[in-house]
């Protein structure tokens, strides 16, 4: 059983950073994969960007290419997403979740998940 809890959410001016942290009860162990997406009302949750534990390697959604970046502390268990230029349609409820296997992070099919945090962007 792997658990996430995410933090670093908040209400931020449009052109402005926020640093989203994903706190993983173990990470490179029982991990293949962090995914972080996002969700708002009425629309489709989106994938937008992964983590894989075993060689690092990152994928980004086109929606954030270049304006937000995955990275990690294994000594910390941690996985941040690190969001800058911030526009008002990036605010959504954010999720973390992880995948233990190759098909499971392949699909976005996650097996873990954790409760959200709220990002806001005002314009």
């Known amino acids: 059983q792997v658990q996430l809890v995410e933090s670093g959410g908040g209400s931020v001016q449009a052109g402005g950073s926020l640093r989203l942290s994903c706190e993983t009860s173990?990470?490179?162990?029982?991990?293949?994969?962090v995914g972080w997406l996002r969700q708002t009302p009425g629309k489709e949750r989106e994938r937008i960007g992964t983590h894989y534990s075993r060689d690092g390697e990152i994928g980004y959604a086109g929606s954030v290419k270049g304006r937000f970046t995955i990275s990690q502390d294994n000594a910390k268990n941690t996985v941040y997403l690190q969001m800058s230029s911030l526009k008002p349609e990036d605010t959504a409820m954010y999720y973390c979740?992880?995948?233990?296997?190759?098909?499971?992070?392949?699909?976005?099919?996650?097996?873990?998940w954790g409760q959200g945090t709220q990002v806001t962007v005002s314009s």
């Open positions: 173990e990470y490179t162990t029982n991990t293949y994969c």
């Open positions: 979740a992880a995948g233990t296997n190759i098909v499971q992070c392949t699909r976005g099919d996650f097996a873990y």
